[in-house]
């Protein structure tokens, strides 16, 4: 979305100045130059009634002025603010359809399917003489969806990747820059077109310190996903020594999962031991509130105690998850998906019945319920 500002250079706040330098370090010359020409021809600025969710704060309601990959302009009664794109969980519009706000909460949940369900909704007339910020959001929910389907399912691959690019092409300087970037690698990824997917992560490295640091991670992924583990070790030890300010606390949660991601690699490496002290540790760290990480915590640690042959500790830690800190689509699908094993193991073949039947009901266009259902082992 291209937000332009009719005011001359002088007058123009900083955090737009630098929005636009990041822009310019990022993009390819001939839509670089279409860009800024768009931001030097100074139409007039927009002031769209939305709200901002942030992580770990009050929400802010005001009017949107203009967004950026590096953050959103608000004005609040009169005062105008930028906040960093890495405080900001989400951006809501007053005016934008219903279906819309219920599609991208879907997206946020990792249900693309029912992402497009919603969007399938929307009525003509819902979208008249809308204001273009909510026009550029719904194509983006549009693109999130298909891309994040095809990412999920492993079906169509090349549509997914088609809309990704073309949204990014289009929007270069919406505040959805940053997670279509990772959205891409991840589809990527699961094409198996692993440098591709590293070099779509790129644009990252060049962002705020907390989307730098969730680069470094989902490259260690990377190598995980190709079960290159000391590689893998290495980029999230890289990770978790990015400079970050202590108040950050997104770069915070991302150097948590760079030691989740540790954790994780020790356990395919034949050392469950130390995964599971290492876990524990993190668990005793982390704050009571900090349901992700937990989510994501408690998952490695059922890891771990699987790889030693603990499977009913590995049983309570995937329950933790999936009854306790289920506030993630795809971290309770994962352990849906080993109780559903475990459960079978343990000879209670109701409760795996329940796990898988919650699995393909509640996440169907998961990777998790595609495993399950081709009867794939963790």
Partial sequence: MIIDQRHDRAARPASTMQARHFIASILPTPIMAAVMAACLAGQAAAEVPGR????????????????????????????????????????????EPQSLKAARVAIMRGQAAQAIDDLAKIEPAEMEGAEQLIVDELEFVKAAAIGGQAAAGGGNLAA??????????????????????ELLAKLLARGGKFADAA??????????????????????????????YDEAVR???????????????????????????TARCLTRQGKGADA????????GEVAPDDVE????????????????????????????????????????????????QLWDQAKYPQRAEES????????????????LSAGKGN
Avoid at 243 to 253: G, V
Avoid at 276 to 283: G, K, S, T
């Fill in 160 to 181: 997914g990747e088609k809309a990704i690019r073309d949204y990014l092409g289009k929007h270069a300087q919406s505040h959805h820059v940053f997670p279509m970037q």
């Fill in 52 to 95: 901002l969710f942030l992580s770990g704060g009050p929400a802010i309601s005001g009017s949107i002025i203009a967004v950026s990959p590096m953050g959103v302009e608000i004005a609040v009664r009169g005062e105008q603010q930028t906040v960093p794109i890495e405080r900001i969980r989400e951006v809501t519009f007053t005016a």
């Fill in 235 to 261: 980029e999230f030890a890289a990770a978790a020594q990015i400079t970050t300010n202590p108040k950050d606390t997104a770069s915070a949660a991302q150097k948590r999962a760079a030691e989740l991601g």
């Fill in 356 to 371: 898988r039947q919650e699995l393909a009901s509640a996440y169907p266009d998961s990777p998790w319920a595609r495993k």
């Fill in 293 to 340: 990480i937990l989510g994501q915590a408690y998952n490695v640690l059922g890891d771990a105690w699987r790889s030693v042959g603990k499977n009913q500790d590995a049983i309570i830690a995937y329950l933790t998850v999936s009854l306790v800190y289920n506030s993630v689509g795809e971290t309770r699908a994962e352990a849906l998906y080993n109780l559903a």
């Fill in 199 to 228: 070099a779509a992560l790129a644009p990252l490295d060049r962002g705020p310190p907390a989307y730098r640091v969730r680069a470094t991670v989902a490259r260690g992924e990377l190598f995980y996903d190709q079960k290159k």
């Fill in 276 to 283: 599971v002290a290492a876990v524990e540790r993190i668990v």
